[in-house]
C-alpha cells in the first residue's frame, strides 16, 4: 500500500465505549497529525509528532489520547466520547524538512458517537 | 489568533469558464500558503502552494496568486470541468509549520 491509510473507515460508538484509530503512512516522512474536520468549521489540528515525540496538543478534551509507537504508525484512543465529537477524523504525515511542510491525508475516519 | 476566511461556502460554475476561489486571512502573514482539494468521503490532497515572497504560481490549469498587502490568495481553475467539483481548502502555514486551514469553497462545475 502507498500513501497514508486509516482504520476503520466508518465507526459508531456510544458514551460509554472505547476504541482506537489507527494510521499508517508509508512514505517514510517524520511527522504525522490528527485532525478533526466537523461540518462548517475548518480543519483543526489535534496533535502532531515530530520523531515519535508529541510537540503539540491543541488543547484537547483527555478522552482523546494519541498514541506514536514508530514514525509509521499513529493511533487515537478514545473513551467517554461525547455526540459532539461526532466528525471526520485524519490523519496527516509530513517530512519536516521538506521545507514546505506539505500534508498528506489519510482518507479519514467517519465517527458517530451516539 | 489567526483566522481564515473563504470567500463563499459554495461556489457553481459552467464547464469552460474559470472559477476563482479566494482566501483571506487575518492577524500575521503566512510563510506561504497551500491549497488542496478534497472529495467527499476522502482526506484533502495538495494542489499547490506559494510562498510570501512569490506573486503567482502556475500549475497546467491552476493558478494561485499571493497578495501580502491585501492579505489575500486567489485560486483559478481555467476551462474548467465536472471533475473539478469539488471542496477546496486553503491553508496558511506559519513559520515553524503551523498549519491553519479554512473551512473550505465547495465548487460545482455545471456540464
Known amino acids: 500500500e502507498t500513501g497514508v491509510t486509516q482504520t476503520p473507515r466508518h465507526l459508531v460508538m456510544g458514551m460509554t465505549n472505547k476504541k482506537s484509530l489507527k494510521c499508517e503512512q508509508h512514505?517514510?516522512?517524520?511527522?504525522m497529525y490528527w485532525y478533526k474536520q466537523s461540518a462548517k468549521k475548518p480543519l483543526e489540528l489535534m496533535f502532531v509528532?515530530?520523531?515519535?515525540?508529541?510537540?503539540e496538543n491543541n488543547s484537547v478534551p483527555s478522552r482523546f489520547s494519541p498514541e506514536c509507537p514508530n514514525s509509521s504508525h499513529l493511533f487515537l484512543h478514545l473513551h467517554t466520547l461525547q455526540p459532539e465529537d461526532s466528525a471526520l477524523y485524519l490523519c496527516?504525515?509530513?517530512?519536516?524538512?521538506?521545507?514546505?511542510?506539505?500534508?498528506?491525508f489519510g482518507p479519514g475516519t467517519r465517527l458517530l458517537v451516539l | 489568533s489567526q483566522k481564515i476566511e473563504q470567500n463563499s461556502e459554495a461556489l457553481n460554475i459552467q464547464e469552460g469558464k474559470t472559477a476563482t476561489l479566494t482566501c483571506n486571512y487575518t492577524?500575521?502573514?503566512?510563510?506561504?500558503l497551500q491549497w488542496y482539494r478534497q472529495d467527499p468521503g476522502r482526506g484533502p490532497v495538495f494542489l499547490l502552494l506559494i510562498r510570501e515572497n512569490e506573486k503567482e504560481k502556475r500549475k497546467e490549469r491552476l493558478k494561485v496568486t499571493f497578495d501580502t498587502t491585501l492579505k489575500q490568495s486567489l485560486f483559478h481553475i481555467t476551462a474548467s470541468q465536472p471533475a473539478d467539483s469539488a471542496t477546496y481548502l486553503c491553508a496558511l502555514v506559519k513559520t515553524g509549520n503551523q498549519f491553519y486551514f479554512g473551512t473550505g469553497t465547495s465548487l460545482t462545475v455545471i456540464p
Open positions: 496527516a504525515s509530513s517530512q519536516e524538512d521538506s521545507g514546505d511542510g506539505t500534508q498528506y
Open positions: 512514505l517514510g516522512h517524520n511527522a
Open positions: 492577524n500575521y502573514s503566512p510563510a506561504y
Open positions: 509528532y515530530n520523531f515519535k515525540e508529541q510537540t
